[in-house]
């Protein structure tokens, strides 16, 4: 039943060459994001979902560091269990000494030597 909503109708029309896709659907309900340039490094096919996960939280910047949920009053203090200093993202995985030893490790398994830099130049 046609309506009149503002001075336009609405009317029903049907498409010969339209193929029904619940993909289509989707794709026209969502915003579609602009890709961002390290989403191969957490999605592919092999991935292991927990792991991409903290991998997509890491790259967010959003995984639950000490510094966050100090800041959401759900901790009493924002220091590493290892060294006392603020533990956020960068700290955790590149700047405290304990970390620094595991990537230099991990580095030397993968047959890169170099120091561990900040994640923006490590997943380059
Ligand atoms: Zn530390």
Redesign the pocket.
């Known amino acids: 039943m046609p309506s009149n909503l503002g001075g336009y109708y609405d009317r029903v029309e049907w498409f010969e060459t339209y193929q029904h896709k619940t993909s289509n659907v989707w794709n026209g309900l969502r915003e579609v994001p602009n890709k961002v340039w390290w989403w191969k490094l957490v999605w592919y096919s092999e991935n292991i979902p927990k792991y991409s996960f903290t991998n997509w939280l890491l790259c967010l910047g959003r995984l639950p560091t000490r510094d966050r949920l100090y800041s959401w009053e759900m901790l009493d203090e924002d220091k590493?269990?290892?060294?006392?200093?603020r533990?956020s993202n960068q700290?955790?995985f590149f700047?405290?000494?304990?970390?620094a030893v595991v990537w230099r490790k991990l580095l030397m398994y993968l047959k890169e030597y170099h120091d561990p830099q900040g994640w923006e130049l490590e997943v380059r």
Do not use: W
């Open positions: 590493c269990c290892y060294c006392q200093e533990e700290h955790l700047e405290c000494q304990y970390s």
